[in-house]
């Protein structure tokens, strides 16, 4: 594994699956392991069989809904084992800080899903109903219940001095039906009314994912996340490795034009990438060539894709279809700071037309 800056992220790939290079895979939940009430297809297959290679889990989720008991209940039912000790909530490190601010006891008006109150009273704070009740904190987190009343709450506490806590800044959550209002975007509502910023503590504030290297021991953790602006860069804050899956909110676009603090080590198109090998992206004077692709600078700062050789993945390419967008993200990511907007993509044969088309990129 390479470090975050030089050479680019995703350029030393993993020469063995990562299952038996790590040793804890710190795991989101949304869009990597389900996606709305269903498992992403093959996933809790492709955990079981990681954990045979010998890979532990642990469960880092930013959703502050459920309960570690009822995230861990829900994990058991797809088919991923799971305890409620291995489930980290952006809840509990929420209510960690306040307990740090104000000490136990402290009252505290809870705004979101059965979860956030659960984390608060777990920590020894004081759960109260409304603002009226003087609560020193309003924590806020996701609840797909969360309404009006629950907001006007909120307002009127943090109107009346209390300190607006947010579990995470996540302004969408995936379904199957796409991107749907995440935490974020209900918690700027408050914000919209009360002027105020919140203080948020999920990720990518390396809390929670050092909690669970503290709880697991791990000495190789891998982050595996959907996610740029919270797992992934919350994997470089904590230092940390980490894998982007592209089977939650993110796709290759917005991978293509990632900011350093928040380009993964590793892509996959979801997380039985933690069963493959990850081959490397080798630049030689100009090009970069990943399995059978290579990339090379066009006109006016365009990126040429070709599929250099047909009959497959000769050069010991992965075989997931991403080999390409490897060598995009390492040449695009090789450039100077990015500038005059996102690189044009130009595709000079059909394969490649076929694999812009694949990521939802449209051919230059
Ligand atoms: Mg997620």
Redesign the pocket.
Known sequence: MNGATDPPPLAAGCAEPPARAFDVALL?????VYVGPEAVPGVPDALARARTAGLRLGFVT?NASRTPERVAALLTGLGVDAGPGDVITSAQSAATVVRERWGAGAAVLPVGGPGVAAALRAAGLRVVAGADDGPVAVVQGFGPDVGWQQLAEAVVAVRAGARHVATNADVTV?SPRGPVPGNGALVAVVQAVTGVPPLVTGKPDPAMHAECVRRTGARRPLVV???LDT?IEGAHRAGVPSLLVLS??TGAAALLEAEPAQRPHLVAPDAAGLLAVHPPVVSDGGAWRCGGWTVRPGEAGALQLSLRERGGFPDGGSGDGLDGLRALCVARWSRPAASGGPARIVATDAPARRALDRWGMAPG
């Open positions: 989101d939940l949304d869009g990597v930013n995936p996340g959907d996610r797992d939650g909110i």
